[in-house]
């Protein structure tokens, strides 16, 4: 990743955040591959905006609507990693790369029907099958 | 647009040489919504690359390499517009504004899984009905 944005902030401190409740300016520094200082601004950033508060001896964890914030970011990142998964545009690597440069891009109030089409595929995989089989390049 | 990139303009290029084969840096310079004078310098970058020649009193025209990316941008562009179109994530305008934004994440070569979806779905609407009839957040 080149430099994060805030959404990418965000949605690792989901990640780190998701199971224990709070997390550490060093483990998002590592995350994310950028310095400790980088991190801590980023951090101080977010708690000026009301979507992170500091835990004394523990860090830091996310207010109710950080919270909100992140867990949409990080089920946009998961829904169009899916997607392109289906759609089996390259490596699990080259998908992951191509989620990290477009997601931004998606309103994520506006994912809706791409988590729909996911689901459908994952609930129909004989209804995806017949475009794998039928939808090749001699159609 | 914000600042376009050289796909941008090499697809904004495609466009406007398609018809007759040459074009005017105004006329570039009025589709990206760009001043003349950064049109004129990309233009020039773009000839010092080998993609685009000049043509005397008619403004430049594509090299063959040039025209073989210009064309494969383009495609690129409008098979990530038919597909979101299809999925409905907006407006006419909202594609447009996402395409523009994902479009260069995409690696031009590994485009087929895609343009197979897109053709396979305008080849059996009742495939894609299906989905969008039994798809929805429901199910
Ligand atoms: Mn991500
Ligand atoms: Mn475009």
Known sequence: MSTPSQEDYL???WVLTDQKGYARVTDLA???AISPASASKMVRRLHEAGLLTYERYRGFAFTPEGKRQGRLLYARHQI???FL???????AEDVHRVVEGIEH?????RLNQIEHLVH?????????NQFLKDGGPEE
């Open 80 to 82: 169009l990693e899916r």
């Open 105 to 109: 891009h998606f309103d994520v109030l």
């Open 11 to 13: 949605e690792a401190i």
């Open 120 to 128: 459908y595929i994952d609930a129909h995989p004989e209804w995806w």
């Open 85 to 91: 998964t289906h759609l089996a545009i390259g490596t």
């Open 30 to 32: 590592e995350r994310l």
